[in-house]
């Protein structure tokens, strides 16, 4: 292993106090020494500045530890606050921790072992759902080359969530990659889908080495207002733009119509009238592709096809046996 390989993990935070901990923690734990530590303190009305700098001063005795804490003067979002911590790292790779989600202690150290063996641009590895008392294991597909990577995202096999992959950090430079301020719905989407894209070797390790927080199963039936609908548009639009202007357009058409099917699947999970109608109008040119995305579960396929057909008490009947009875049970 190459010991000088610094990993930038960039952390924003927002009125993350009361949960700030839980990440902290996790950090000061890690195994590898080599890290930068980028706080984005975006213009945070609570104490979490102050348990960051807390933490600063903590942790200021540690050998080959960067602690770089960003200040924003005003709340400008999540997409804003990735592009801060870009601008500001000088590490070899690029990791990125939600405030209130925790690592695995040796969770850098192992994917940058990977990225040092195989030269890979890009690590993904697997993770964990925690529920207040238990958590769930979320397998991640495997994956080889870049390609297998973008198609199983574009038929919704495979997440593109930040925390799920370690990414060179060359290659956001040299393709100049950033975040679209304001955007901060789809902002970890549209940014994957071009990484994968410029990358030359990626592998997938398949560990689960990252704890998302739900402590709220209630949380599971995601709220998307006409506003977060604006940002992921906008955001998928950066993504078709980017494989027509690039070497992809291949993946324009039905497979990008699956994940615009995919990106608007929480609507559906739900028990509110409203919200399915949502569904019909948001990309209805890809209703149609409903029934086609075999790798999908049968359950999805069905609860789409039922959309599709406006057969919404299927949907409902889905939202009280499965999210409410299941999730609501079961992941307590």
């Known amino acids: 292993m190459v010991k000088d390989s610094y990993v930038s993990i960039i952390i924003p935070v927002y009125n993350a106090a009361d949960t700030l901990h839980t990440c902290l923690a996790a950090l000061e734990k890690q195994s590898y020494d080599y890290l930068e530590l980028i706080f984005v303190n975006d213009c945070s009305q609570d104490a979490s500045l102050h348990v960051i700098e807390d933490f600063e001063k903590a942790m200021g005795h540690r050998d080959n530890l960067v602690i770089k804490v960003i200040n924003h003067e005003a709340n400008q979002g999540v997409a804003a606050a990735r592009n801060s911590g870009l601008e500001h790292a000088g590490g070899d790779y690029i990791y990125y921790v939600d405030a209130d989600d925790r690592l695995d202690e040796n969770a850098i150290e192992l994917a940058i072992h990977e990225a040092e063996r195989t030269g890979a641009d890009i690590i993904g590895f697997d993770w964990y759902l925690a529920f207040a008392k238990k958590e769930r294991l979320m397998r991640q597909p495997y994956f ?183 999730y609501g049970v079961l992941y307590k």
């Not at 949380?219 to 940002?231: A, F, G, N, P, W």
């Not at 509110?272 to 019909?280: L, V």
């Not at 149609?288 to 999908?296: C, E, F, G, T």
């Not at 039922?306 to 057969?311: C, L, V, Y």
């Open 144 to 326: 080889s080359t870049p390609h297998g990577a973008i198609t199983q995202m574009l038929n919704g096999r495979m997440r593109w969530n930040l925390w799920l992959f370690l990414v060179k950090r060359s290659l956001y430079e040299k393709n100049r990659i950033r975040f679209i301020p304001k955007m901060n719905m789809g902002e970890d989407m549209m940014v994957m889908f071009k990484l994968f894209s410029l990358a030359e070797r990626v592998s997938y390790l398949p560990l689960a080495l990252y704890h998302y927080g739900q402590l709220n199963p209630a949380s599971l039936t995601k709220v998307y207002s006409d506003k977060h609908i604006q940002e992921v548009t906008e955001n998928i639009k950066e993504v078709e733009r980017f494989f027509l202007t690039g070497v992809h357009a291949e993946y324009v058409g039905e497979k990008l119509g699956l994940l615009k099917l995919n990106i608007k699947l929480p609507l559906l999970i739900s028990n509110q009238n409203n919200r399915y109608q949502k569904w019909c109008t948001w990309f209805p040119e890809v209703n149609k592709y409903a029934w086609r995305n075999n790798v999908q579960s049968l359950r999805i396929r069905l609860i789409q096809w039922g959309a599709w057909r406006k057969q919404f008490w299927m949907i409902k009947l889905h939202y009280y046996l499965i999210i409410r009875m299941v």
